[in-house]
């Protein structure tokens, strides 16, 4: 690849063992896991804008850090973020068809974020949403309703359900 070109990811420092390392996640899933970058690694993704070339960003890295990238290592960073799909490259556009092509034809559409902000069982989840009827805050308990009956309304959580926490307060 000539002239990688990063994807629309999310960056974000993380401490490790006493370093820092930038974690690039994908908030639409389709890179499935995070990965980690020491600085180095960042500064040279930064430059993966899709018009700078390896020698380019080979000139850009002795510039900043004083020494020559090997064009090996180069590649091996663009086959690590290929392979783990945050480039925008084929890999990544096939991968793209492909998962658009699971949700299509399937008759169910996964909870994504079950078990993370609300519960994943769905007999706790039944409970989690009743619960939210209770008084005093809640309207009450709704009356059952036959099994024949039409569809009235749905409950769709939006991320997270939960009522906020209290603020602390200072004293």
């Known amino acids: ?48 804008d899709g018009k700078m070339s390896l020698k380019d960003i080979q000139a850009a890295f002795a510039k900043r850090f004083g020494e020559m990238i090997p064009l090996e290592k180069l590649d091996e960073l663009i086959a690590a973020l290929d392979g783990a799909y945050f480039l925008d490259s084929p890999a990544f556009h096939e991968r793209e068809r492909r998962v658009r092509e699971e949700f299509l034809a399937g008759a169910d559409r996964p909870a994504a974020l079950a078990g993370l902000c609300y519960e994943k069982d769905p007999a706790k989840l039944r409970l989690e ?34 009522p906020p926490m209290p603020t602390p307060t200072m004293s």
């Open 1 to 48: 690849m000539e002239n990688p070109k990063i994807r629309a990811v999310e960056a974000f420092p993380v401490e490790q063992q006493g370093q820092t390392l930038i974690c690039l996640r994908d908030p639409s899933g389709l890179a499935p896991e995070p990965i980690m970058l020491g600085m180095g690694a960042y500064f040279i993704v930064t430059l993966f």
């Open 129 to 162: 949403l009743a619960a939210y009827f209770d008084p005093p805050e809640g309207p009450g308990r709704v009356p059952a309703v036959r099994k024949s009956a039409s569809l009235a309304g749905l409950i769709a959580p939006h991320i997270d359900p939960r």
